[in-house]
């Protein structure tokens, strides 16, 4: 893990002059986004998972001021409520070790075919929170290589995050592709001015971005609203060329123990899939809670996982995210 990098050291941070008013708007909104976020592991004693997504946030917003300044105050309200061990450890740039931890977790099956399932994405309305140490971002929504299929752990390791609809980035997607907005009225500008301080390509154009990333969500969109959804292994049975990310270039979802779908990568096509109001969609399944597969009616197939959420789903049943 990088060590901390304190803000006075950050080489470059735009002046406020040259940062666009919707901008300007959408990294207020992103902090507040991340600071709820933080606070709700902390409340649920995800100790290391808050700590890593600070590290993660300060990493990749290195050069926007008002995230460093949230996270420099997330990281010191969390120092302050953690033990004073863990916060030696932490201050030595380590993350807070957390106690008691199980035993490795267990798999279904590592197959990307046997963690495939049909859902209706109106089921996936929160962010899913993965505090099993070790397997956050980087394992669950990272590089290839690194993926897991149909991980399962203890019910405490899976649990409900942020409602989608508060992300700031959902919205800016949900007033282009619902309202019809044009990309600048929908906020885009916001999108562009982030992705140049993300990646550290200040010399990004808005005309290049406007060209080049979301003209390729306008085409994203176009393609579902007129071929259906397909899986990245239906694509390439079809002869399509796929992403970097090949068959794991998908919606992806952890289950918790309430059965809820709990989004965690492929944010445009959901959004795009609940704009268009499709029956079903293919998700990918990373991690599943173990007290859900024990109440399975048998042996996990994905068959057998869709009946069970569908006829949780249905009228007389819980719902899948209620409030």
Aim: aromatic share 10%; net charge positive; proline share 6%.
């Amino acid at each position: 893990m990088r060590r901390w990098l304190p803000l006075s050291t950050r080489p470059w941070s735009a002046p406020a002059s040259l940062i666009p008013a919707g901008a300007q708007a959408l990294d207020r909104q992103q902090t507040a986004f991340l600071r709820d976020s933080i606070r709700q592991l902390t409340r649920h004693g995800a100790w290391e998972q808050a700590w890593a997504l600070i590290e993660l946030s300060n990493e990749v917003h290195r050069y926007n001021p008002l995230f460093s300044r949230a996270c420099e105050q997330e990281r010191a309200r969390l120092l302050r409520r953690l033990h004073p061990s863990r916060r030696r450890a932490a201050r030595m740039g380590g993350a807070p070790p957390l106690d008691g931890l199980p035993s490795p977790f267990g798999h279904l099956s590592g197959a990307y075919d046997q963690a495939l399932i049909a859902v209706d994405p109106q089921w996936i309305s929160y962010w899913g929170c993965i505090t099993y140490p070790g397997l956050g971002h980087g394992r669950f929504r990272g590089r290839k290589q690194r993926r897991f299929c149909n991980a399962v752990v203890d019910e405490r390791f899976v649990f409900r995050g942020l409602a989608l609809a508060k992300d700031p980035q959902v919205r800016i997607l949900r007033r282009r592709f619902e309202e019809g907005l044009s990309w600048e009225a929908s906020g885009g500008k916001a999108l562009w001015h982030e992705t140049r301080l993300r990646t550290d390509k200040t010399s990004l154009s808005w005309a290049r971005f406007e060209q080049r990333q979301l003209a390729w969500w306008d085409q994203l969109f176009d393609t579902i609203r007129r071929d259906g959804y397909f899986s990245q292994a239906q694509l390439l049975a079809q002869g399509a060329a796929l992403g970097r990310r090949g068959l794991f270039n998908e919606i992806e979802v952890a289950i918790n123990a309430a059965g809820d779908l709990l989004f965690l990568e492929g944010k445009h096509r959901l959004v795009i899939a609940q704009v268009l109001r499709l029956p079903r969609v293919p998700v990918l399944v990373n991690v599943w809670s173990r007290q859900v597969l024990e109440r399975l009616d048998g042996p996990y197939t994905p068959a057998l996982a869709e009946t069970w959420l569908a006829r949780l789903a249905s009228p007389g049943s819980p719902a899948l995210s209620a409030g």
